[in-house]
């Protein structure tokens, strides 16, 4: 027990979902003298609870899928090999940890732990450069916008620079609305002072003299750690910039993927309703109550101190020419290694869906990059390399780095439906195109779905789709049609079997598919007579009546011999 | 009428309108008419701009929820993974759909575009406690614990 300096506990969001507390609460019980820490992500979300045992020799294992039994933490405290966790090679081989460098490593809320490590070296540089010096580094450096539009960051910095203004405004956009993306949540949760820093480094450079973070709600954690780093920036003077100080208020979101859009947030943030306006006058010119304001995202933010500690020049070498540094994914969906990663722009899609993500390459069908507003990239294509131009070309966007991997398992038609149930939801209403195109967009998709689609209906989509994209004010409305557009164009053979053969081939749409069970493997437990919400199964010869039956899986869950399953239309049916 | 002297702490400035309506939620569990008509006041804005800007946002109820508020994920990655059949068991369970509270006013069932724990999807959450990898046995096992609570 002695060779241990420390242990480190991943509590981020998705370790505490996975069990983290109990397990640092008998490790802190266990561990003696042993200091037990509370720390960020690994991003290694599959090996949740994820603990790791910094030895005294400099050393470090890793033990993952803790459980808070006697056995999993004497195994952590003796340095046993059973339970032990490591990276997968091909994981290793392909990231690079460049902004993330301190997630998992150091306690979010430490002060000491971010300055022991380089904090705010980049801000004192900056602080010692003039603040146009520190704009024409961002601009060598190539950093473009992560939150998805990709747009140049050293050019947007110096558009607030340009202004003279009372009050010139700088907000951070944490509010990472779509869908399947986590990577701002685990960056604020993680390390919460990286972003802070580059937040300071950008009002330094713009002369911003207000600041705000735009985090949704749904990020308790996120917002806690961002409070007290915030705390502890004031009481250390650091928001003091050269001479000017500067306040950083947390605004919470209210649930609204609208306000992810420029102007909505600004709105917001106005204590209105989220809804975007026409463009120009551009946020730089007028934007909260009127004053030249300049959004970034998170993940923009965290790059910038990494681009003032090794200057413009060398942050540009990592990438392609269509987009420098690394970018972070947030890999989920049909695969085996879920998980954040960061990895250098240009990779290829199969690089971070195979060899880091672990997919199984017979299995997987496409991936969906860019959430709701981005498209489904097939399989075929996973040679093409990851940067902002490359995605745009195929009809995906980068997005703010979204992945989901979507197995031969899955429908399309019913993953497009999914989406567009999600955007005509969220569309503010604003824009007669988004609103109502959106939502008709989504009924022909149901009825698709439902069996009840014609062919003509895939012309109505594409023609839809299209002219929202040309009708609508704001980035929702624009890339709404997106998902729809992209999987008719790659796999538009699955609209036809819906619409033609009112079949899906992947079983998915439970209008299409009957339940049936094998009696070959049935042993008549009757736990799907007992368990049925419906009363579809029979008792005595453990029969589905398909007509009853409302397709939610209990039974196939339940069955102890998998002997129930989905079937084609029309196979359920009792002879 | 109820107490909403909490309110003073906030600055009656309009900018923090969405910031006093989050507070009421916190304090209360929802945003009641009376709560709308308080907080007007308290900004000088009539009650319908304040519902006006109240309705756009997904996070504010209307109606008291139960004492447990289960939301079910439905975020891309819990959606692949079968959020839907997740929605569905809870739903047979609590006899109550999208937005509704049950009879007691124990639960009330909603579901959230993405609580950020995607891969641990499909995810829900009870009162803000996240739980993963949800199978139909871990839901009825979830619902059964605060049950007895």
Request: net charge neutral.
């Amino acid at each position: 027990m002695s060779e241990i300096k420390m242990i480190r506990v991943g509590a981020a969001s998705c370790g505490v979902a996975a069990g983290a507390l109990p397990v640092l609460a008998m490790l802190k019980e266990k561990a003696g003298d042993i200091p037990v820490l509370e720390v960020g992500c690994l991003g290694h979300c599959y090996a949740e609870p994820l603990i790791e045992v910094v030895k005294k020799d400099g050393g470090s294992v890793m033990y993952g899928k803790v459980r808070a039994d006697e056995t999993s933490i004497n195994n952590i405290l003796t340095l046993a090999e059973a339970g032990r966790f490591e990276i997968p090679a091909g994981r290793k081989s392909k990231e690079l940890v460049k902004v993330l460098r301190l997630a998992g490593r150091i306690v979010p809320t430490c002060w000491d732990d971010y300055i022991a490590n380089g904090g705010y070296s980049a801000l004192k540089k900056a602080l010692a450069m003039t603040p146009q010096a520190v704009i024409d580094e961002v601009k060598k450096s190539g950093l473009r916008g992560r939150g998805g539009g990709g747009f140049p960051t050293g050019n947007k910095w110096g558009f607030l620079a340009a202004k003279t203004a009372p009050e010139k405004i700088l907000i951070c956009n944490a509010d990472e609305g779509d869908p399947g993306a986590f990577m701002d949540r685990s960056l604020m949760e993680s390390v919460p002072h990286q972003m802070l820093e580059g937040m300071l480094i950008a009002a330094y450079a713009t002369g911003a003299t207000k600041a705000f973070i735009y985090c949704r709600a749904e990020y308790p954690m996120a917002i806690k750690h961002l409070r007290i780093a915030i705390g502890q920036i004031y009481e250390h003077n650091y928001n003091d910039l050269n001479g000017r100080k500067i306040e950083i208020e947390i605004k919470e979101g209210a649930g609204a993927f609208v306000c992810g859009e420029e102007t909505a947030m600004i709105h917001s943030l106005e204590g209105e309703r989220g809804v975007p306006r026409f463009r120009p006058p551009f946020p730089t010119d007028s934007g909260w109550k009127g004053y030249p304001s300049m959004i970034n995202n998170v993940e923009t933010f965290g790059n910038v101190p990494l681009i003032l500690s090794e200057g413009g020049d060398e942050y540009a070498k990592i990438g392609t020419a269509g987009g420098r540094g690394t970018k972070l994914f947030a890999l989920a969906g049909d695969l085996r290694n879920p998980g954040l990663v960061e990895v250098p722009m240009g990779i290829t899609l199969g690089e971070i869906v195979f060899d880091i993500g672990g997919a199984d390459p017979d299995g997987v069908k496409a991936v969906q990059c860019g959430g709701p507003s981005g498209g489904c990239i097939p399989v075929e294509l996973f040679n093409t390399p990851v940067d902002y131009d490359s995605l745009r070309s195929l009809g995906a966007i980068m997005g703010s780095g979204g992945m989901i991997v979507i197995s031969k398992k899955r429908c399309m038609v019913e993953t497009a439906r999914y989406f567009l149930d999600f955007t005509h939801r969220e569309s503010c209403g604003k824009c007669t195109f988004c609103r109502v195109g959106t939502t008709r967009m989504f009924e022909t998709l149901e009825r698709i779905v439902a069996g009840r689609g014609e062919e003509s209906d895939l012309d109505l989509l594409e023609s839809l789709g299209n002219k929202i994209r040309m009708g609508s004010l704001c980035g929702l409305g624009q890339t709404a049609p997106n998902p729809v557009l992209a999987t008719l164009r790659y796999f538009r053979h699955e609209y036809l079997a819906h619409v033609r053969d009112h079949q899906c081939g992947a079983l998915q749409c439970g209008a299409l598919v009957d339940v049936k069970v094998d009696h070959d493997k049935c042993i008549k437990c009757k736990l799907c007579v007992k368990t049925c919400p419906v009363g579809a199964i029979s008792a005595d010869d453990i029969v589905v009546d398909n007509n009853k039956c409302t397709r939610c899986n209990s039974c196939i869950e339940v069955c102890p011999k998998k002997a129930i399953s989905r079937v084609k239309k029309g196979e359920g049916v009792r002879k | 009428m109820g107490n909403f002297s909490y309110l003073s702490g906030i600055e009656p400035e309009s900018s923090n309108l969405i910031k006093a309506l989050q507070l009421v939620q916190a304090k209360e569990g929802y945003v009641s008419d009376d709560a709308i008509v308080e907080v007007a006041a308290y900004f000088k804005l009539a009650p319908v701009e304040v519902e006006g800007v109240l309705s756009f946002y997904a996070q504010f109820k209307r109606v008291k929820p139960g004492r447990f508020q289960i939301a079910v994920c439905d975020g891309t990655a819990c959606h692949i993974k079968g959020s839907n059949s997740v929605f569905k068991w809870v739903s047979n369970e609590l006899g109550i759909s999208d937005g509704e509270t049950d009879a007691d006013g124990l639960f009330s069932l909603f579901t959230v575009a993405c609580l950020g724990c995607c891969s641990l999807a499909p995810v829900m959450s009870v009162n803000g406690t996240v739980y993963g990898n949800l199978d139909r046995k871990k839901v009825a096992k979830i619902i059964k614990e605060y049950r007895a609570k």
